[in-house]
């Protein structure tokens, strides 16, 4: 009996060492970064790259910005990349599926994928970046979720209430102020109300369910203008607390 455990316990031993080797070799023999395919210059020309840009052929492409020459290129089959938003040191590729994907000119790193639940070709979807970039939000028509930048882990997620949705575009779609995003959140008839609510790193801080903005847009001295049928004129909102600005005074922007 045993000599029969012994001996399973070699050939599980074996095993897993083969099945590491294995593993190793294959991150050895991948294309740099990792991914679909990496195709261009970059595999020959290491250095130069200090931009990305969309290809007209569908592709993420690391270039010199000074010279405009290619030097890498990234592409995912059957998928296109719709816009790159710069996050920090990381640039945010939002693809046609949902997928984001962070990427650095160089070295030629993509450093993470997540996919956006809900999303495909010609959803809205709001990216923006928080802080100093070390995290970003993303607003869809039913969903807020904020990142962290260096790895693309989740930090909150936010659900709107059974019948309501966010406002992801138009002239009361949301606000980016800072370290924060205002966003309008509205409830099919006989569901709710209308909802102002203010998000940063850690999710939804605030909501105001007093408010129904017909437009949104930052203001000069850091706050928000909201224009609220019936109301003639916009008023200021500070972004921290949701109230207007005028009754903030120990607020801290």
Same mark, same amino acid.
């Given at each position: 009996?045993?000599?029969?455990?012994?001996?399973?316990?070699?050939?599980?031993?074996?095993?897993?060492?083969?099945?590491?080797?294995?593993?190793?070799?294959?991150?050895?023999?991948?294309?740099?970064?990792?991914?679909?395919?990496?195709?261009?210059?970059?595999?020959?020309?290491?250095?130069?790259?200090?931009?990305?840009?969309?290809?007209?052929?569908?592709?993420?492409?690391?270039?010199?910005?000074?010279?405009?020459?290619?030097?890498?290129?990234?592409?995912?089959?059957?998928?296109? @990349?719709?816009?790159? /938003?710069? !996050? +920090? =040191?990381?640039?945010? *590729?939002?693809? $046609?599926?949902?997928?984001?994907? #962070?990427?650095?000119?160089?070295?030629?790193?993509?450093?993470?994928?997540?996919?956006?639940?809900?999303?495909?070709?010609?959803?809205?979807?709001?990216?923006?970046?928080?802080?100093?970039?070390?995290?970003?939000?993303?607003?869809?028509?039913?969903?807020?979720?904020?990142?962290?930048?260096?790895?693309?882990?989740?930090?909150?997620?936010?659900?709107?209430?059974?019948?309501?949705?966010?406002?992801?575009?138009? @002239?009361?779609?949301? /606000?980016? !102020? +800072? =370290?924060?995003?205002? *966003?309008?959140? $509205?409830?099919?008839?006989?569901? #709710?109300?209308?909802?102002?609510?203010?998000?940063?790193?850690?999710?939804?801080?605030?909501?105001?369910?007093?408010?129904?903005?017909?437009?949104?847009?930052?203001?000069?001295?850091?706050?928000?203008?909201?224009?609220?049928?019936?109301?003639?004129?916009?008023?200021?909102?500070?972004?921290?607390?949701?109230?207007?600005?005028?009754?903030?005074?120990?607020?801290?922007?």
């Amino acid at each position: 009996m045993r000599s029969r455990v012994s001996l399973r316990a070699v050939i599980t031993a074996l095993l897993l060492v083969g099945l590491a080797l294995v593993g190793a070799a294959a991150r050895e023999a991948r294309p740099a970064p990792f991914g679909d395919d990496v195709v261009g210059a970059g595999r020959a020309q290491r250095g130069g790259a200090d931009a990305l840009r969309v290809g007209a052929g569908g592709e993420v492409q690391g270039y010199d910005a000074a010279s405009g020459r290619l030097v890498w290129s990234y592409r995912r089959g059957g998928h296109r @990349p719709l816009r790159l /938003v710069a !996050v +920090g =040191a990381t640039t945010v *590729a939002l693809w $046609d599926d949902g997928m984001l994907t #962070g990427m650095e000119p160089e070295p030629a790193v993509v450093r993470w994928h997540r996919y956006v639940p809900g999303v495909g070709a010609g959803t809205p979807l709001v990216l923006v970046p928080l802080g100093a970039g070390e995290t970003f939000l993303v607003l869809t028509h039913d969903v807020v979720m904020t990142y962290n930048t260096g790895d693309g882990t989740l930090r909150t997620s936010t659900l709107p209430s059974t019948g309501c949705f966010f406002r992801d575009s138009g @002239p009361a779609g949301p /606000v980016h !102020v +800072g =370290a924060w995003v205002l *966003a309008r959140r $509205d409830c099919a008839a006989g569901a #709710g109300r209308t909802e102002l609510e203010g998000f940063d790193l850690d999710g939804r801080r605030w909501h105001d369910s007093a408010l129904a903005p017909v437009r949104m847009g930052a203001g000069a001295e850091g706050d928000v203008e909201v224009l609220v049928v019936p109301r003639s004129l916009p008023y200021a909102v500070d972004p921290t607390t949701g109230r207007p600005a005028t009754e903030c005074v120990c607020a801290a922007r």
